[in-house]
């Protein structure tokens, strides 16, 4: 009988145990995950290449003849700089970025699968093809190239997977819009996006 009692006593200590330490370990992963682990939003960037080969005028043309043919499209090299803040690394699918002039999708820029290591970057070298009779059949344009500068908007979705410790794994989505200013004189270009991770 004693021994019953002192077998039973040992397993009840023994659950108890087991229960306080799965609490603790509950407790430890929930504080991780809000802080440590909370994902944080990519940052980033994208400079468009070899605009100087396709230089405005000073009054308002091309200086390759750009324009000669408003039917043609015209391709420009894009690098697309994504920087991961978070623990965990992001391996996402192929999509396009659409590239916007006032409200008219001008050009598609294919992004191609990749892998953004944790606490990583990656830069991807791509390009977009613009449809140039939109653009120059937009009624704003000429007035935007004589202001001195031609604002386009982007926007894309990239779904993947995020993975964690090398055991975690976990469905994400990336919507991300860019507004990308080029001006006319100085042949430079700004960017500005905003990104925000959906698990």
Known sequence: MGNGKTSRRGLKICCGVTAIFILIIAIVLTTLALTVFKPKN???????????NIAFGR???????????ATANVTVGMVVAISNPN???????????????RGDVVAEVPIQQSLVPAHGKLN????????????????????????????F????????????????KLHASVP???????????QSVESSCKSKIVL
Request: charged share 10%; glycine share 8%; hydrophobic share 45%.
């Open 176 to 186: 991300s819009s860019c507004v990308i200013s080029i001006f006319v004189l100085s």
């Open 42 to 52: 990519p940052e980033i960037t994208v400079y468009p290449q070899g605009l100087e």
């Open 87 to 101: 623990y965990g690394s992001f391996k996402f699918k192929n999509t396009t970025a659409f590239v916007n002039y």
């Open 153 to 168: 908007t982007t926007g894309a979705t990239v779904h993947g997977m995020v993975t964690m410790l090398k055991v975690l």
């Open 59 to 69: 009054l308002g043309g091309f200086s390759n003849n750009f324009l000669s043919n």
């Open 124 to 151: 991807i070298s791509t390009s977009a093809d613009f449809m140039v009779d939109r653009l120059v059949s937009n009624t704003s344009f000429w007035a935007d190239v004589f202001a001195g500068s031609v604002n």
